[in-house]
């Protein structure tokens, strides 16, 4: 065997073990949220954004398309509340402020167009922590919206995931 050909086998097995490790332990990428309905209104109380990124969701995550009408959907998504916050999370040695906690609280519930509950009102709470500076306000500015973007984003496919639970095992629908 030539020194090549001995490289490239470590070099393998260097790859395809861990990839094997996790395919051996069950695990999978997230895919698409499998939803049994054909178009989903999107109702209630929420900001654009969060509207703008649970359409994305739903178009992008689903094979599902998001109606203008609720009339003309099998679903019905009503946000009732939708509470961004920031709280002092931590302050320095000199009294400043130099943490926040950022939180997002969505209320919610779906049901069917005939008024069937899939999912009762719930709520979704998510938090981040966010280091504080004063000498870079702008800059944690800009974070901020950034973490809340993000926040919204990954509640939109909770959301969604939690319509997908609810609908394949409509026994357990207390969350």
């Known amino acids: 065997m030539s020194a090549n050909h001995i490289r490239r086998t470590l070099i393998g097995l260097i790859v395809t073990a861990p990839l094997s490790g996790l395919i051996a332990c069950g695990y999978r990428l997230r895919g698409m949220v499998d939803l049994p309905f054909k178009a989903i209104a999107i109702t209630g109380n929420l900001s ?4 703008g990124d649970l359409q994305t969701a739903i178009l992008t995550g689903t094979d599902v398309k998001v109606a203008i009408n609720p009339k003309d959907a099998d679903l019905i998504l009503d ?8 709280e002092i999370l931590a302050y320095n040695s000199n009294g400043q402020i130099s943490a ?3 939180t997002i609280r969505i209320t919610f519930r779906v049901f069917d167009n005939t008024g069937g509950e899939i999912v009762p009102e719930s709520e979704l709470y ?8 004063n000498t870079t306000v702008l800059a944690t500015d800009v974070q ?3 973490f809340f ?3 919204r984003k990954d509640l939109a496919v909770q959301i969604l995931r939690r319509i997908s639970a609810a609908a394949k095992n409509p026994q357990a629908r207390s969350f």
């Open 126 to 133: 998510m938090t981040r922590d966010m280091d504080f500076s």
């Open 79 to 86: 946000v009732s509340n939708e509470i961004n916050g920031r």
């Open 144 to 146: 901020q919206q950034q």
């Open 149 to 151: 973007t993000l926040m």
């Open 48 to 51: 654009p954004p969060l509207r």
């Open 100 to 102: 926040y906690r950022l």
